[in-house]
């Protein structure tokens, strides 16, 4: 059985940085066909911030987080992380990890359309 559980979220200072995790249970990473992060802030619609195909490793970034965070994944620990650098306000939110199993053609869709997510970790980002 699939389960995700994140960590790692807080409050910090615009300019700062945090790292989240994803512990992934019920497969090794590499089971999944790609994996993400999406995160969702009070009264917005879901967006979609990066996910990577876990066979080859390729990452794909939002224009909003491209060169502020990287996303990663640690096959000892079975974990997806985020590395989110230079926080900004507009970054607050409740953050997701998302899986997909079903194949490298599903993956195409957005990361907040993967069949598997957590229960999710709060950012807060203040000025």
């Known amino acids: 059985q699939v389960q995700l559980v994140e960590s790692g979220g807080g409050s910090v200072q615009a300019g700062g940085s945090l790292r989240l995790s994803c512990a992934a249970s019920?497969?090794?990473?590499?089971?999944?066909?790609?994996m993400g992060w999406f995160r969702q802030a009070p009264g917005k619609e879901r967006e979609g911030l990066a996910k990577?195909?876990?066979?080859?490793?390729?990452?794909i970034y939002a224009d909003s987080v491209k060169g502020r965070f990287t996303i990663s994944q640690d096959s000892a620990k079975n974990t997806l992380d985020l590395q989110m650098n230079n926080l900004k306000p507009e970054d607050t939110a409740m953050y997701y990890c998302?899986?997909?199993?079903?194949?490298?053609?599903?993956?195409?869709?957005?990361?907040?359309?993967?069949?598997?997510r957590g229960q999710g970790t709060q950012v807060t980002v203040s000025s």
């Open positions: 019920g497969y090794t990473l590499s089971a999944y066909s790609c």
């Open positions: 990577i195909y876990t066979g080859s490793g390729r990452a």
């Open positions: 998302a899986a997909e199993t079903r194949g490298t053609s599903y993956c195409t869709t957005g990361t907040s359309s993967f069949p598997y």
